[in-house]
């Protein structure tokens, strides 16, 4: 089984549509191959850092750098 084909079992997993899960794998191996560009990681680094975030979103869960900023109360 490809990598693609893995990542768009696990992207249909969690609740992807067959189109959809294959978008999300080219994007996911896309990015991962930039991330080992970019930042010099080796590629299975970058593809459990990828992994990571998407399970955690999955889960409703803002990993570090990812919580968003927060808007000012309109009350103070």
């Known amino acids: ?7 768009m079992k696990l ?6 549509g067959e189109a959809q899960a294959g978008v999300m794998a080219d994007q996911t191996i896309k990015r991962c191959d930039q991330l080992v560009a970019e930042r010099g990681l ?25 919580e968003g900023v927060s808007k000012p109360s309109p009350f103070n």
């Open 42 to 66: 080796g590629r299975m680094e970058a593809m459990a850092h990828l992994l990571q975030l998407v399970t955690k979103g999955s889960q409703g869960v803002a990993p570090p750098g990812f």
């Open 11 to 16: 992207f249909q997993k969690l609740g992807a």
């Open 1 to 7: 089984m490809s990598e693609r084909d893995q990542l």
